[in-house]
Structures are given as C-alpha cells and as structure tokens.
C-alpha cells in the first residue's frame, strides 16, 4: 500500500489564478470543476468558483485548491504572517508547503518564477544544511519552503 499527501489550499475567489500560476512555475495539467458544474444553478453567484481543482505534474509536483463559499477576494480567513528575525523564522501560519529538489539549479528554477509578486522571508542561497534553502509568501498568500535535498550519510 502507499498514499500520497497533497497540499489542499483555500482561497475566496481566487483559487483558479493561483493553480494557473502554480502550473507556471511548476508545469503539469491543470484540472477545474466550478460549483457549476456539480449541479449548482450556473446563473447564481458563485458558481463559476472552483469546488475541486489540481495541479499535477509529471515529476511529481502536486496541490489542490478550492474557492470557499461565500465572499470573494481576500484572504482565507487569517492566513498569518512568516517573517525572519535574528536567525530565527516567526510565523502565526498553520503550515508551510515544501519543494525540495536535487539540484541548486532545479530549485533556483522554480524560485525564480515562484517569487514573482511574493514577499521573500528568506533569500534563496546555501545554508547549513542544505546547498540551497529560501522561504517565500506568494502573491496568493500561501508560504512556500524550497530547498535542495542534502546529502546525508549513513553512520
């Protein structure tokens, strides 16, 4: 048996830019079913909103997303903030999504289109643990973590 876990993210009204934004950076197919077309009446408010929607790409990059009922535009709910402050991050989010790759030139790919319009916590560069780590909050809001996998040796 095996399971995959998948980032769901929730948006008011915005979750399709976000996964064609996400299909940008990370290519893949892109999969959107509207409040519409499961049977909510098309000319009510609303219906056009994403109910289920995927990014899925053949290296394995993967999220979900929705458009929560109700008001549109705007955050989530309160979706907190992340910030750095004396070597340390601080954040009231309730989570992070992580990309890790095998090379500084594959994450550094992603990191160039991911960052556009972002809030970077934490510049891309090498760290202590890792040939390169950076932290960013993208335009939609959402906290991503990209990092190269080290290189760790059995003792």
Known sequence: MSIKTTPHLNFRG??????????????GEVTIATYGDLGMPKDLPGADAVVFGQVEAAEGFRVMAYDIPGPSRGPAGDAGSTRRENGTTITT??????????????????????????????????????????MLTDQFGVTWVLDVAAAHQAQ
Request: hydrophobic residues 45%; negative net charge.
């Open 93 to 134: 989010q309730p989570f992070f999504v992580s990309v890790r790759g095998e090379t500084f030139k594959e994450v550094e790919a992603y990191w160039e289109k991911l960052s556009a319009g972002s809030s970077i916590v934490e510049p891309l560069a090498a760290s202590a643990w890792s040939a390169g780590f950076g």
């Open 14 to 27: 915005e979750a399709r830019a976000a996964l064609e934004f996400y299909r940008s950076v990370f290519g």
